[in-house]
């Protein structure tokens, strides 16, 4: 029986061991609701019976990423980029695995960097592998069963949560970086020889604005979705909605004006801004209580996700099946039947007339759109 605070730079709060050890950890630490499904390595050991306590006042805490070494097109570098050389985990479900999965298919990394694909169901066992289910893969690096497994490899003495995404290095046979931003990063400004189209998404005269959009949309509304679903009192859940239903309305009206967050270029900030508005209508807005508006039901924000959809190279990295799946099975203290809800069914190639505005998609992407 133990606790532990504060370790390993991966800024736990508490962590508290189940059974007979809860309620003499009860009077030591008073632990409020336990946040659902926190199963996590310790020491480099599964611990199916961990669970994270929510921050004081019952609000939802993102633990940081612990990988984050950085692949630099330098000759110096120790990760540099190179074909066949790194391969992406990525759950389909996950909007911060899709943030990378987008930027890969974009600029045409696909032969570049490997993909393997986990089961969106997540349970006691973490991500797993599933290659007999639709939409899945096997472990293509490692054959391993579990993408725990792959953290312990990358260090023994792990201890952190088993998040996806995660970007492998099969040369040195460990985790390069498990933080989806700074993937999509890698992506955009390191692998320029490597992508097969030309496209930038981090583009000059751009970045500081791309920066502060990526930055500023972060906490209310890509994150603010879970912190409203994860949230475990009424006040942190108001606050969260409050603080995303201001924002989704702040860049509704932005972009009447304008085609994309930054202007008239597509960049990384719309990639950070379309994996949470795909998931919210047939998920956020139910699962997750963001029930003030549907995105559909916005004047802008809805031809805005449309137009994204409709951008080649974006509709195939979505998988509304493993979205929906996991969510609604995954968390059992927030839906604990694990009923999947059915709708809404979004018709996202209805034409979005955002043609009009000025700017547009890459020339390179600028081809047949879907409704052309
Ligand atoms: N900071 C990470 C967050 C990744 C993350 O939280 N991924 C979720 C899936 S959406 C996950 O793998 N959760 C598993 C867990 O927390 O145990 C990033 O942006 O890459």
């Known amino acids: 029986m133990w606790a532990l605070v504060e370790t390993n730079g991966c800024n736990y709060r508490r962590i508290i061991f189940s059974a007979a050890v809860t309620s003499v950890l009860a009077s030591a630490f008073e632990p409020r609701v336990l946040s659902p499904c926190m199963n996590m390595l310790v020491d480099g050991e599964w611990r199916t019976d961990a669970y994270e306590v929510t921050g004081d006042g019952g609000a939802f805490e993102r633990q940081e990423t612990p990988f984050r070494d950085r692949i630099r097109d330098d000759p110096d570098a120790r990760f540099r980029p190179e074909t066949d050389r790194y391969h992406l985990y990525v759950s389909a479900a996950c909007p911060w695995a899709h943030r990378t999965l987008v930027v890969r298919s974009l600029l045409g990394l696909e032969d570049a960097i490997s993909v393997s694909v986990v089961d969106p169901y997540r349970d ?7 290659p007999a289910k639709e939409g899945c893969t096997r472990d293509h690096v490692h054959d391993a069963d579990y993408l725990r497994e792959l953290y312990v490899k990358a260090d023994p003495d792990a201890t952190c949560r088993v998040t996806v995404p995660v970007l492998w290095d099969r040369k040195e046979d460990t985790i390069v970086n498990n933080e989806s931003r700074e993937i999509m990063r890698m992506f955009d400004t390191e692998f320029g020889d490597l992508a097969s189209r030309d496209v930038d998404l981090y583009p000059e ?11 500023e949309i972060y906490e209310p509304i890509n994150n603010g979705v879970y ?10 859940y108001d606050e969260a909605v409050d603080e995303l239903f201001a924002a989704l309305d702040h860049w509704d009206e932005v972009l009447a004006d304008q085609r994309y967050l930054a202007g008239d270029r597509l960049t990384e900030a719309d990639v950070a801004m379309f994996t949470t508005l795909i998931r919210f209508d047939n998920v956020y807005h139910t699962h997750f209580m963001c029930n003030v508006q549907y995105i559909r039901e916005y004047e802008n924000l809805w031809p805005y996700l449309r137009d994204l959809y409709g951008t080649p190279g974006i509709a195939e990295t979505v998988n509304m099946d493993h979205i929906t799946e996991h969510y609604y099975t995954t968390h059992p203290d927030v839906n604990p039947h694990r009923i999947v809800a059915r709708g809404p069914d979004l018709d ?10 000025p700017g547009g998609p890459p020339a390179e992407l600028a081809v047949a759109s879907v409704d052309d």
């Open 205 to 215: 005269g751009y970045r500081e604005t791309v920066d502060r959009i990526v930055d």
């Open 227 to 236: 912190r409203a679903g994860f949230a475990t009192e009424q006040d942190p």
């Open 124 to 130: 006691e066992d973490g991500w797993q592998f599933m």
């Open 348 to 357: 996202l190639e209805a034409p979005h007339d955002r043609d009009e505005l």
